[in-house]
């Protein structure tokens, strides 16, 4: 039996030619190029009902949010990837004239399905903590109702804070923003299988 045929090793700027003219994303890292796999309904209401809550809130306010169309690429270790939310205060700063990847979120926003869930807890949050304007790292549960952030602390520590409370909030703190469990989940069957629980408690 032969050696695996050793992939070969692709440039950043092959990488980003070849990413700016695909029908679907795809993340870099290191050489390697890896296919994002497709979001589940859960996943993108959530993703839809996050955007809404954030872009009505920073109206008026010197601060963005984006969805997953726009690309960051972690200058400390060259990971190029599409968070489900990012959010950038003041002046935004992109990797060339095209404004397509970004290079300073202040606050990054995950929806965990099944399948990256350890991923993006573990090895991506390690990642990017190599990001020098990133604040916070806030992760939703797709599968339940479960949220977590992790926060930049003055010493370069990192804080956790998690809930598990369909009726809690969670704090984005360099917004000065409350996320309430209800509204980050409304209309999933996630938010159904509760208002059952409480008509039959009641």
């Given at each position: 039996m032969g050696l695996p045929e050793k992939k070969p090793f692709i440039s950043p700027e092959e990488y980003l030619?070849?990413?700016?003219v695909a029908f679907e994303k795809s993340e870099y890292f290191q050489g390697e190029v890896f296919a994002m796999s497709g979001a589940t309904k859960e996943h993108t209401l959530i993703v839809g009902n996050i955007l809404t809550e954030t872009k009505?809130?920073?109206?008026?306010?010197?601060c963005n949010s984006y969805?997953?169309?726009?690309?960051?690429l972690v200058e400390s270790n060259?990971?190029?990837?599409?968070?489900?939310?990012?959010?950038v205060c003041g002046k935004e700063e992109y990797?060339?004239?095209t404004l397509?990847?970004?290079l300073n979120p202040t606050i990054i926003?995950?929806?965990?399905?099944?399948?990256?869930?350890?991923?993006?807890r573990g090895s991506k949050f390690m990642l990017y903590r190599g990001i020098t304007s990133l604040k916070e790292y806030i992760t939703k549960s797709s599968l339940n109702f479960h949220a977590e952030r992790n926060i930049l602390n003055e010493d370069k520590s990192w804080t956790l804070s998690e809930t598990s409370d369909p009726y809690?909030?969670?704090?984005?703190?360099?917004?000065?923003?409350?996320?309430?469990m209800e509204d980050i989940y409304y209309n999933l069957l996630l938010d159904k299988e509760l208002k059952r629980l409480v008509h039959k408690t009641n």
């Open positions: 030619l070849a990413e700016r009505n809130f920073l109206k008026g306010k010197a969805s997953n169309d726009l690309r960051v060259g990971l190029y990837t599409y968070p489900d939310i990012v959010i990797y060339d004239q397509d990847t970004l926003i995950e929806v965990l399905s099944a399948s990256t869930r350890d991923y993006d809690g909030k969670l704090e984005i703190q360099s917004l000065g923003l409350e996320l309430k």
